[in-house]
């Protein structure tokens, strides 16, 4: 046995996993520095968890470091780890809290004859809900 076999060298510390992801679209990574001996400085594999699931929340598809001409849906590059379930989950989650936001500021109140209603406002249609929950839609409406 010869002395370099005998221990071990010590694994050399590599930049954090988390650092190695920019956002394709704006160019934003974690902004991680840190070494580790790990795959990720402890805590970091939660940053990027929430840095991929911001990104794919926004539509952005998401570039490993040293290959930014293939970027990857953010759920993809989640897939390698444990959390990838996660990240798909908060992503959906994030788009449907995005969805409805955009759903509630297109509300709007309108007067239908001599009636009020509230709906969504397309075009010159306006839809809403009459009183017995029916789906209307007309085109002779007044924004309140
Ligand atoms: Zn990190």
Redesign the pocket.
């Known amino acids: 046995m010869t002395a370099e076999t005998k221990t071990a060298p010590a694994k050399a510390e590599t930049p ?4 190695k992801y920019a956002d394709a679209t704006t160019g934003e990574t ?1 902004g ?1 520095t ?1 070494t580790t001996r790990r795959d ?2 402890p805590g ?1 594999d939660a ?2 968890k929430g840095f991929l699931i911001r990104a794919g929340a926004a539509g952005h598809l998401v570039a490993l470091a040293g290959a930014p001409d293939e970027p990857v849906q953010a759920s993809e590059a989640a897939s390698r780890f444990g959390f990838a379930r996660h990240v798909a989950s908060g992503i959906s989650r994030a788009q449907a809290k995005q969805e409805q936001a955009t759903a509630d500021a297109d509300t709007v109140r309108a007067k239908v004859g001599r009636w009020e209603r509230t709906g969504h406002v397309e075009g010159d249609t306006f839809t809403y809900t009459d009183r017995s929950g029916a789906a209307r839609t007309t085109t002779k409406f007044t924004l309140l």
Request: aromatic share 8%; hydrophobic share 25%; glycine share 0%.
């Open positions: 954090c996993t988390c650092s974690t991680c840190k990720f400085a970091h940053k990027l």
